[in-house]
């Protein structure tokens, strides 16, 4: 389990740490690396903590359908997204900061703040999302 944790993590920070998008030697090898983003801060401006004991990573894909909005929840743990399309709204409701995401953006969700996200365009919302929870539990909390 520790060597999955440090492999994922070890991908998750190199996917995340690279300023441009560069070629690994396009003549021998035909991948093409584009960076998405860099961050060690949440949305809200947390650091970014993992989990404790037995690191689950799961990945999941969402989509909101036009005009949808979530209810109110939060995450105890790690949670990114990729907007793969569309246009989401993300409220923090603690603070009443709202922030807009559009295809190609990504997305480090806040840890145990109350949030929910609208989807504000035309077109669904697609997402690919990442947890980084602890074995058997779930990173979604619904306000009561």
Do not use: C
């Not at 983003?37 to 990945?59: C, D, F, H, M, Y």
């Amino acid at each position: 389990m520790r060597k999955i944790l440090i492999s994922t993590t070890l991908l998750l920070a190199a996917a995340l740490s690279a300023t441009a998008a560069h070629a690994l030697d396009a003549s021998e090898t035909p991948v093409v690396v584009t960076p998405l983003a860099s961050r060690t801060e949440t949305a809200s401006g947390q650091p970014i903590t993992l989990p404790q004991k037995n690191v689950q990573v799961l990945v999941s894909s969402y989509e909101i359908a036009p005009g949808a909005t979530l209810p109110v929840h939060k995450h105890p743990f790690p949670r990114y997204a990729y907007v793969e399309g569309g246009t989401l709204q993300v409220t923090n409701v603690e603070t009443g900061k709202s922030t807009t995401y559009k295809s190609g953006d990504f997305i480090i969700e806040m840890i145990g703040q109350w949030h929910q996200a609208t989807n504000v365009g035309a077109d669904p919302v697609k997402l690919l999302v990442i947890d980084q929870v602890e074995e058997g539990t779930k990173n979604t909390v619904l306000r009561q």
